[in-house]
């Protein structure tokens, strides 16, 4: 009973990691057809911000040392802030050409983040200790689980409930939702793109910061690259749950952290280390029989 | 005074020109009907107007400000709204969320909400069919109930000046028939000015008003309705006959 526990909820905080990460490229491709691969660079900066610029091994925390309430609003602020800025420096020039010259332009953002941070701080993974306390265990149905885990999973499901509340029931929710669906007809109607826009942006940043913090706690570490393992398998869960399906991609980023976990856990030892390949086979079969995606989303034809 | 006003305007997709040299001018209040064959040029001359693609060339005034080459949702702030081609409902939104997306441009002065529940209530009035569906997803709507979930969309601005692209585009006649009806209704009641592309001048000289006709990228007749759609000159010109 404790072990299966244990693997449920190994599955649901590897998934909420996923699922974070999905929604925050779902909500930009969502309003602007663009795939964001510099998304996982903004995860890391998130995490630098935190420290002192230095080369050394030792990370000279900065404002990783401030209580959690100043933390993590400090952190949210910091994702937020960078994505907007990337929106109003480099996409807004991009977004009458087409979308392969947009993600072009992404990935080109994703190596001067990466390489600014190369620049401050070295390659060499910097061990910090964000949020302590958080790695204790508790007991729930038998199983210890650490208090980490579960957070996560509460944060993200906080964060479903709030984005759901968001999009539904404020005015600014029902203009992303129009332009999402026709970007053009709800300019047509007065709703002003560059708000629109620079709040998806804005969410995802912030969504990236949080996945930032739940990573930095969770591997003790700073790593210029610590997220792209996550955006990979977030870019995988926006494509198999349909792009710019907001549901898909969750539904899809839990789906990937279960099947990885199972996998994990299933199979042989010696085939472990290639559980990522049998969770990408998994992925083709989805896209053989569904090449949309699970839900695909409405709106995703050209616009004018 | 007009409302709305032209001046050579040109549209143009790379070295197409859609629309070459276009000049009118709208006073408030007035219908005008603008026909003409496929590929007359009829829904790029919208678009223009509505800023989605910006004139290549020449000048657009709306309600005393110069709208060339400004924003879609700058002009449908100044109170042109545009119904474009094909309807675009946004499918997956409720009827009433649609109709409630273009109120947020008047979110800055004081009293909107309360207005905006009165316009709801209005447009309800108009089209009851869209109220008793308030809640479905208007991906759902068949053709006729979309053609009045975007014009009732496109009132919730409160705009002077609709523009509403091919509004039979699909439509069997009867249905026609009562999206013109409320239309010309809607437009006594408020006093709106009316652009309206067609195809076929049939509409047009049934209601009356103004009718235009463009071919090739340019406006070739001018006049009252009835009397145009009957001439003779208008046959040749929406045929082409004797252009050689
Ligand atoms: N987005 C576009 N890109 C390139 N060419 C276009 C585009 N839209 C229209 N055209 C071309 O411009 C010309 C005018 O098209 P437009 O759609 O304005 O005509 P229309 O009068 O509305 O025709 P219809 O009655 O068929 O709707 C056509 O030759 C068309 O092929
Ligand atoms: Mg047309």
Known sequence: MGGLMQVVFDALSLGSLYALGALGIALIFG???????????????????????????????FAGNLPWFLLIPFTLAVGAGLSVLSEV??????RRVNP?????ASFALGFVIRYFLLMLF???????????????PVEIFGARI????????????AVLIGLTAFLRRTRFGLEMRAAAENFTMARMLGVRANRVIMGAFALSGALAAAIALILGSQTGTANIMMGASVMLMAFIATVIGGMGSLAGAVIAGFALGAIATVMQVILPPDARAFRDAFVYGAVILVLIFRPQGLLAARGTRERV | MSLLSLSNV?????????????TFTLAEGEVLFITGPNGAGKSSLLRAI??????????????????????????????????????????????????MVGTGMHAATRGWRARAATELEAVYATFPILKERRHSQAGLLSGGQQQMLVIGRALMTTPRLVAIDEPSLGLAPNITDQVYERLIALRAERKLTLLIVEQSSTRAMMIG?????????EIVLDGDARALGQSEAMQAAYFGYGDH
């Open chain 1, 100 to 104: 392969a010259t947009m993600m072009i």
């Open chain 2, 209 to 217: 008003g103004r009718m235009m006709l463009m071919r090739g990228g």
């Open chain 2, 10 to 22: 040109s549209v143009r997709y790379g070295r197409l020109t859609a629309v070459r040299g276009v």
């Open chain 1, 31 to 61: 309003v602007m057809r663009l795939v964001n691969f510099a998304h996982g660079d903004v995860i890391a900066f998130c995490v630098f911000a935190l420290l002192w610029p230095s080369v050394d091994a030792v990370a000279i925390i």
């Open chain 1, 122 to 136: 070295s390659s060499r993974p910097k061990s910090i200790l964000l949020l302590p306390g958080l790695s204790q």
């Open chain 1, 146 to 157: 650490p208090l980490l885990q579960l957070i996560t999973i509460l944060v993200t499901i």
């Open chain 1, 89 to 94: 420096v480099v996409f807004r020039r991009f």
């Open chain 2, 50 to 99: 509505a800023g989605v693609t910006p004139p290549a060339g020449g000048r657009v005034d709306f309600a005393d400000h110069d709208i060339t080459g400004e924003a879609p949702e700058d002009i449908a702030r100044l109170g042109l709204s545009m119904v474009p081609e094909g309807r675009d409902v946004f499918g997956s939104l409720t009827i009433e969320e649609n109709l």
